[in-house]
């Protein structure tokens, strides 16, 4: 790896770092930059995922005053995750992306119309309807979202915060405060099976922790300190642009 690749690997590293502690789809630009130093698709995702996932530990540092209110949830939706990271880490490692990478583009842009429409769906429910209902159903949708972390990652934020969004859950702080660590533990898992069957550029991988390190924790703060109508608004436009670069790889 030259000095020129470390910079860019970092550089894009602490970007990812950023946009994952607010929205996610930070692999996003961490695979391209893989792919255009010369290394393999199914590798290049692997060190992705190996690269940013030291660094969430910054993003949960970052939200640590937020972290007991959402204790409960963690017990709810950790089971879950953990079964679909297992899952998802599996698949990458005995079947092609080609086509499940065509569905992408409709998750994330379902998933940010959602988010953005949530505030309108929350409103429009009767108050007696099933508040346990809307919890299991986001409970069972973590199961395909951590399978499909594991898998590929980009846009697993967003993903996440509809889920959350359809269950009741109206602080975007604490939403982003468990966004983040299911989003850990989802990328530790497939991380240590990526590096269990020798899946990692290691190099590279470092490169990307290196800058992820503060960009996770940049990000983190940062956020905080904007109102919460205006981290929705920058949310849904990572999540529009991430659909509109999904669309045009797969169909450009």
């Given at each position: 790896?030259?000095?020129?690749?470390?910079?860019?690997?970092?550089?894009?590293?602490?970007?990812?770092?950023?946009?994952?502690?607010?929205?996610?789809?930070?692999?996003?630009?961490?695979?391209?930059?893989?792919?255009?130093?010369?290394?393999?698709?199914?590798?290049?995702?692997?060190?992705?995922?190996?690269?940013l996932v030291i660094g969430t530990a910054g993003s949960i540092v970052g939200f640590r005053g937020h972290l007991k209110a959402i204790r409960t949830r963690l017990l709810q939706f950790i089971p879950i995750c953990l079964v679909g990271a297992a899952v998802g880490s599996w698949l990458l490692t005995r079947t092609s992306d080609d086509q499940f990478s065509k569905l992408i583009p409709f998750l994330v842009l379902f998933a940010t119309v959602l988010f953005f429409l949530q505030g309108f769906l929350r409103r429009s429910q009767p108050k007696e309807a099933g508040h346990s209902n809307a919890l299991w159903f986001s409970i069972a949708l973590q199961l395909p979202v951590a399978i499909y972390g594991a898998f590929f990652g980009a846009g697993i934020g967003i993903l996440m915060l509809a889920s959350f969004g359809f269950m009741g859950m109206t602080n975007i702080h604490e939403m982003n405060t468990l966004k983040n660590v299911l989003g850990s533990l989802i990328n530790v898992i497939a991380a240590l099976w990526f590096i269990a069957v020798g899946m990692v550029n290691w190099p590279q991988a470092l490169a990307l922790t290196a800058g992820?390190?503060?960009?996770?924790?940049?990000?983190?703060?940062?956020?905080?300190?904007?109102?919460?109508?205006?981290?929705?608004?920058?949310?849904?436009?990572?999540?529009?642009?991430?659909?509109?670069?999904?669309?045009?790889?797969?169909?450009?």
């Open positions: 790896m030259t000095f020129l690749e470390f910079l860019a690997l970092s550089a894009a590293g602490g970007t990812a770092g950023a946009i994952n502690a607010i929205a996610g789809g930070g692999t996003l630009l961490t695979f391209p930059v893989l792919l255009m130093c010369g290394t393999p698709p199914v590798l290049a995702n692997a060190t992705s995922t190996v690269g992820a390190l503060v960009g996770y924790y940049l990000g983190a703060r940062c956020s905080q300190r904007i109102a919460p109508q205006r981290v929705r608004n920058l949310i849904t436009l990572i999540g529009l642009v991430i659909s509109v670069l999904m669309f045009w790889k797969q169909f450009g």
